[in-house]
């Protein structure tokens, strides 16, 4: 099997494969005979048949003493020295023809008799007087100089040899890459092609089909000749693709991935050759490395302008090329282009085909010929008018600045990139500009700008730059937005107390006198209040005239305002006045692009709507901001997005949802470049883990390194309390009471008991009764149930189920009741299972083992459903205690009602009983929301009962019985 680089062979002559005797098998391609094609890969002779033939037809004529030439020519790859060997050695056998090689190359054109002196070398002919006049020949100083007399003398004395040779045996002369023969032996073989008449001499020239000034007046000159015939070769049609690659590869992978190799290749044999390698090497088909296989084989100047039309991409001109690569003109360059084409190198339109091809040529180029292309093609498109992001394109690839209007152009397209969410695109272009900007308020700007985007896409990555942002604010070269947004860096990354330093730099130099950056200095105080306490402890916002304190001003993100309006709020227990305007700027963050505070004021948005009861909204919208910012490429947006979905699945007992959210957060955005803000994430998955019984899991998330900076924001609140519900699941009680406490204090210190941040109180309280001091919980728990934000179901809730706990056995059952309801409104299933857990003991306590059954079904498959391994475990071994039959008048429960119900409304009410809320019973059913609203309706006037809790627990039954 010949390979790809035997098909073409290096510059010089190769040597010639062995050639094996003709199969005798009797399997030919249809229409072929072993005869015709001897044991040659049928591949290597594909849709070659007519030139066979005519090859044939010239070679009996030159038996027959009238020699004759061809010129073979075709595009790169399509086999021309292919079928030139497989003629020869063909001739040789059938007819003891002589056969003598010679390829030319580009690198000895300047070599006088060069390729003469191989054809004489190969056939060990004896040159005599010749070669002393060759010696002696002048070279000639250009193509088509008239020849000296020496030099057409030496060629008459060199033909005469051949000619004698030719005499005595036929004779196959075969030349390849005949454009690349020196000036001499090109005057030689001109003088052979002329006298071929009479002869036993069969000349094959082959070349390629660039069509230089040069190759045009060779052919003008010997097709001039009655004698000498033109074939030419075609890229192989798709069918004839198909079959050579069968034969390399077999019919399985050809099967899965055949076609698109075909395509890929546009019928070029070399090409296909080059691919079918990768694949038997084991290794996917890269088109890019395949293509510069065939490239590496052409001459200098063809890859000089390749590489320039991979430079310059899909928009190059052929004027373009030619000012690119020094070219003489266009002529030259729309010649080799149409030969690429024509070889299937290049797509119909003369581009490189895609981006992977434009990309292995480019990576191929040594550096300092990428850099100067680049050079020029920036001031090429800079001159053309061309846009900012075109020419910076080249700037950035060149990693030059040495034009004047290079800084401009930079920081335009970067600006452009930043709108269009190219994050990694403006980051090249600040990171250039700032290197060739002098000016220091002018490096401070575009260093402000590179930061905002390298955060988008690593926070820890700016930490190299706040040094001198901090600096520069000092010096006065930033405004109050931009010294705002270096504050909020230095806060993600810990340095509160150079935060706290800027920020009341910027207060003094203010002085009260303008009223935007007041405005903004009271806008960002407040906001620190509620997410950084710990540094606004003693801290007061400046006044601001009230007609001012909403206006928007020129130069100060207006989302500033909101971040702050909605911050007010949330440490004010003020969430229901702000439902509205949290909802307006939610659907602005997900169809806007979003800056450093849209951002942040999403997210205390999603949190109004958390503490507002508001759970499945703040999911959906949660999720939604994560798909806008996975699709636009923002990684941290996407982890902070990710991190505040995880907590609402929390919340709502989507426990496995909750960890796949963060770990994704994780993902996004490693531990180390979240900051301070890593609490939130590691928070979330330690309770997902606590909750679904893997201590183990939650243990190790709490090993990740986490500062002493993180305890002065909410960021330290959260995972405080996280660990020590932690401690609580796992047994440990004075380390959970130990935190939950610490959590007290941290609220109470940063004044912001009301807001509601973590309802510590109760888990204090649960601590305190799995260490038996029944007075401090009962104490906690109506604390708890006192406070501002008691009326919130999701703290209410679990609030009464520890003051049940602590209760005395006759109030259980009505404070459960109430509980049981507060946890299905909020959402919350985790605390539906413990709080149906308990009310299940109640009743059992109480002597109604039925209806204990069916509590503890209902929180069975709650807890089997969220995947809550330990309480399904507790659950299990509770219902020992239950064991027993129901009465058999009890157990079908048709007297009760239960019978009246249609199927619909008994799978709505089963569903029920099993504690779905309305909406997930619409999923389950595939129908709506309102539909399930009706048939419940229309169950409880039937069965005679005004709530759901009341619903017969038979239900459960009947469900298995209907479907």
């Known amino acids: 099997m010949h390979t790809a680089h035997d098909v073409l062979g290096p510059a010089g002559v190769p040597a010639a494969p062995p050639f094996s005797e003709p199969s005798t098998d009797g399997k030919c391609p249809p229409g072929l005979t072993n005869d015709k094609f001897g044991s040659y890969h049928v591949a290597s002779l594909l849709e070659r048949e007519v030139h066979i033939d005519r090859l044939d037809t010239l070679l009996d004529d030159c038996l027959r003493q009238a020699g004759r030439a061809v010129v073979l020519e075709g595009p790169l790859g ?153 074939l030419h070769l075609a890229p192989l049609s798709r069918p004839a693709a198909l079959r050579l690659l069968t034969e390399e590869l077999g019919e399985d992978v050809v099967r899965r991935a055949g076609a698109e190799l075909a395509d890929a290749a546009g019928g070029n044999a070399l090409l296909l050759r080059a691919l079918a390698e990768q694949g038997r090497a084991g290794s996917a088909p890269r088109y890019g490395a395949a293509l510069l296989s065939c490239l590496h084989r052409v001459d200098p100047g063809v890859l000089r302008i390749v590489r320039a039309l991979a430079v310059l991409g899909d928009d190059a001109q052929e004027a373009d090329l030619v000012r690119l690569t020094d070219d003489d003109g266009a002529e030259t360059v729309g010649d080799v282009l149409a030969s690429l084409t024509a070889a299937g190198l290049l797509d119909d339109s003369g581009r490189l085909r895609g981006d992977d091809a434009r990309g292995a040529v480019l990576e191929d180029m040594p550096a300092y010929e990428h850099a100067e292309l680049r050079l020029r093609a920036a001031k090429l498109r800079h001159e053309a008018g061309a846009g900012a992001e075109a020419v910076a394109e080249h700037l950035v690839a060149a990693d030059s600045t040495q034009p004047s209007w290079a800084v401009p152009v930079l920081t335009e397209a970067a600006e452009h990139a930043l709108l269009d969410h190219r994050l990694r695109a403006a980051v090249a272009c600040l990171r ?18 590179l930061v905002q985007a390298e955060r988008e896409l690593n926070p820890a990555a700016t930490a190299r730059h706040l040094g001198a942002l901090t600096a520069a604010v000092r010096a006065g070269h930033l405004g109050t937005d931009e010294a705002l947004a ?32 007041v405005g903004a200095l009271r806008d960002i105080e407040i906001w620190l209040a509620y997410t950084h306490p710990a540094l606004a402890k003693g801290r007061r916002p400046p006044s601001v005239p009230a007609e001012l304190r909403h206006a928007v001003v020129p130069g100060i993100d207006p989302h500033l305002g909101t971040a702050a309006a909605l911050a007010g709020a949330l440490t004010g227990g003020r969430t229901a006045s702000v439902v509205g305007p949290a909802l307006r700027l939610l659907r602005e963050a997900q169809l806007r692009s979003g800056t450093l505070w849209t951002e942040e004021a999403a997210l205390l948005a999603v949190r109004v709507l958390i503490h507002a009861g508001r759970t499945d909204e703040a999911a959906q919208w949660s999720e939604r901001l994560l798909t806008t910012a996975e699709r636009r490429d923002l990684p941290t947006a996407a982890a902070r997005y990710a991190a505040a979905r995880g907590e609402t699945a929390l919340l709502r007992g989507e426990l496995l949802v909750a960890e796949e959210n963060c770990r994704l957060a994780l993902t996004r955005l490693p531990p180390a470049a979240w900051g301070i803000a890593v609490g939130l994430p590691l ?50 009680s004075h380390a959970a009471l130990a935190d939950f406490l610490s959590c007290g204090e941290l609220v109470r210190s940063w004044g912001l008991d009301t807001a509601g941040t973590v309802p510590w109180r109760t888990y204090a309280a649960e601590a305190w009764l799995h260490l038996d001091n029944r007075d401090q919980a009962w104490r906690l728990v109506h604390e708890q149930l006192s406070r501002s934000d008691a009326d919130r179901p999701s703290v209410r809730g679990p609030a009464l189920r520890l003051l049940a706990a602590a209760a005395p056995a006759g109030r259980r059952i009505p404070l459960l009741t109430e509980a049981i309801e507060l946890t299905e409104s909020s959402g919350d299933r985790y605390e539906q299972v413990r709080v149906l857990t308990d009310l299940s003991r109640a009743y059992q306590a109480a002597g109604n083992k039925r209806r204990a059954r069916v509590l503890l079904r209902q929180a069975l498959h709650v807890a089997n459903m969220c995947g809550m391994r330990p309480l399904t475990q507790e659950l299990l071994s509770v219902s020992g205690d239950l064991d027993g039959t129901v009465p058999a008048d009890e157990d079908t429960g048709y007297d009760s009602g239960i019978g009246s119900l249609s199927p619909s409304e008994r799978r709505v009410a089963s569903l029920a009983v099993l504690g779905y809320t309305n909406r997930e019973i619409a999923v389950r059913l595939y129908v709506t929301a309102s539909t399930v609203e009706q048939h419940l309706t229309r169950v409880y006037r039937k069965l005679g009962v005004r709530r759901r809790k009341d619903l017969p627990a038979d239900l459960w039954a009947n469900l298995r019985k209907t479907g």
Not at 432 to 449: D, K, M, N, Y
Not at 489 to 515: H, I, T
């Open 683 to 732: 928070s979330t998955l330690v309770l997902a883990a606590t909750h679904r019984g893997e201590h183990q899991a939650a243990a190790k998330h709490l090993t990740h390194a986490v500062g002493e900076a993180m305890f002065q924001s909410l960021y330290g609140l959260r995972y405080l309390f996280a660990r020590g519900r932690h401690h609580l699941a796992a047994g440990h």
């Open 78 to 230: 399509t086999g021309k020295t292919e079928l030139m060997r497989a003629f020869a050695g063909r001739a040789a056998r059938r007819h003891g023809v002589r056969v003598v090689t010679a390829g030319c190359s580009a690198q000895e054109r300047a070599l006088p008799f060069g390729v003469a002196g191989q054809l004489f070398r190969a056939a060990g002919w004896s040159t005599g007087p010749a070669e002393r006049l060759m010696a002696h020949t002048a070279p000639a100083t250009a193509a088509g100089d008239a020849p000296s007399p020496a030099l057409l003398h030496a060629c008459r004395e060199l033909a005469r040899s051949v000619f004698a040779a030719a005499a005595e045996t036929p004779l196959l002369i075969t030349v390849d890459d005949i454009s690349d023969a020196d000036e001499e032996s090109l005057h030689f073989l001109r003088h052979l092609v002329r006298h071929l008449p009479q002869s036993r001499l069969l000349l094959i020239l082959a070349d390629g089909t660039t069509s230089s000034p040069e190759q045009r007046r060779l052919y003008a000159e010997l097709l001039r000749h009655p004698h000498v015939d033109r």
């Open 432 to 449: 250039l500009a700032h290197r060739a900007t002098s000016g220091e308020q002018a490096r401070a700007v575009i260093r402000h700008r």
């Open 486 to 517: 270096v504050v909020q860096q230095l806060l993600w990354l810990g340095r509160g107390e150079e935060a706290v330093g800027v920020l009341d730099l910027l207060r003094a130099r203010s002085g009260g006198r303008v009223p935007a950056e």
